[in-house]
Each structure stands twice: as C-alpha cells, then as structure tokens.
C-alpha cells in the first residue's frame, strides 16, 4: 500500500489503514475522516479505496464460506452439545471499550454509560468466529443491529 508520490510525502501505511478503519467503523463521510486525520477529502478517498482494494485482494484467502456439508456438520453437532435443532450459528453482541472520540461522541455512549463500539460475532458448534460486525457505536442496540444485517441479507 506505500506507494510513491511526485508532490510530498506520501501517507504512511499506518494513517492509510486508520482512515479506512475510521471510515469503515463509522459510516461517517469521507470529509469527517479526513478532517480527523488532519488530510484532505481525496487523500482520504484515496486511502479508503487502497486498503479496500488490498483487503479484497487477500479476501479469499481469509473469508471462507461454509460449504453445504460443514452447515450440516454444525447443523449435527449444535443437536449433541446444545440440543436447539438445525442452528447454524451462535450470535451475540459484546461492548468493546474505546476512547472517546472527538466527532459524534454522544452516540458512543452505551447504556453502562462509557465510550464502546458494539460488536457482534457469530460462531459456530466447536465456538470458531464465523461472523464479526465492528461498526456499530456503543449507544446502538442489540436488536437493532440483528435487524440491520437481516436487512441487508
């Protein structure tokens, strides 16, 4: 992702990767993000686009969609330990602390009342992480998250 520039330096791979993170987390505009990160709207644009374009790259050596057999495997294995029939995943959200952020940092409230993103995982029947879901402020509900990606479905 370092690449070369003829006009001054170029943004290091590390502020590349947290505008993205930034970018992707918050759903926020692409000029809030780079107004945080103190570099300009197509600078930023740019930054999104490359790491995107780095991460889809390397996807399918990491994001492994479970074949037929295997959600029939889990499907088997879910009845023996926990007995609920033909489960395919266990879902919950979890609260992970952050520092306060200086845009929007009332929504990153949750009702503990400190700054966190809400998380969700998904897992299946021997407890690996299929699923995560990093982008949702503390403030967003549980159901309201499900109900977001079933949409999106």
Known sequence: MSRSTSRSHSLSVTTQLAVTLQFLATGNFQTVVASAHEISPPSASNCVRGVTDALCSIAKDYIKFQTAARQISMQHGSMEKLAPPKVLGYIDSTH????????????????????????????????????????????THDAFIWQAIRNQS
Do not use: M
Request: overall charge neutral; some cysteine; aromatic content about 10%.
């Open 96 to 139: 992970i602390p952050i520092v306060a952020p200086t845009t929007n940092e009332a929504i990153y409230v949750n009702r503990k009342s400190f700054h966190s993103i809400n998380v969700q995982a998904i897992c299946d029947d021997v407890f690996k992480l299929i699923d995560v879901v990093v982008k949702w402020p503390g403030s």
